[in-house]
Nanobody
Framework: QVQLVESGGGLVQAGGSLKLSCAAS????????MAWFRQAPEKERDFVAA????????SYADSVKGRFTISRDNAKNTVYLQMNSLKPEDTFVYYC??????????????????WGQGTQVTVSS
């Protein structure tokens, strides 16, 4: 089992930045593929970004490329999402997710068995 706890969400003005953190426990963090998804009320969770256990390979949704950066610190069992140039359309609940290593980086929510509780990000115009 893996336990994930997100933090760092909040209210920010358009053009601003936020950094989300996700602390993991319960399994060797350095073996996990980690990802961020986001979800609007009554909508499906959408892929945001993912990275391999080593952090060497990343993948991003087109809507956040060039603005968001996913990273990890395996010594601290933590994955991050640095969000810059935020827009009102980035307003969602953001979720951290984890899965076992595999070929490629999965982008579908059903490929991730472990989830955090979510953190709200609100971007005002």
């Amino acid at each position: 089992q893996v336990q994930l706890v997100e933090s760092g969400g909040g209210l920010v003005q358009a053009g601003g930045s936020l950094k989300l953190s996700c602390a993991a426990s319960g399994r060797t963090f350095s073996t996990l593929v980690m990802a961020w998804f986001r979800q609007a009320p009554e909508k499906e969770r959408d892929f945001v970004a993912a990275l391999t256990p080593s952090g060497a390979t990343t993948s991003y949704a087109d809507s956040v490329k060039g603005r968001f950066t996913i990273s990890r610190d395996n010594a601290k069992n933590t994955v991050y999402l640095q969000m810059n140039s935020l827009k009102p359309e980035d307003t969602f609940v953001y979720y951290c997710a984890a899965t076992s290593p595999r070929v490629g980086l999965p982008v579908r929510s059903y490929d991730y068995p472990y989830w955090g509780q979510g953190t709200q990000v609100t971007v005002s115009s």
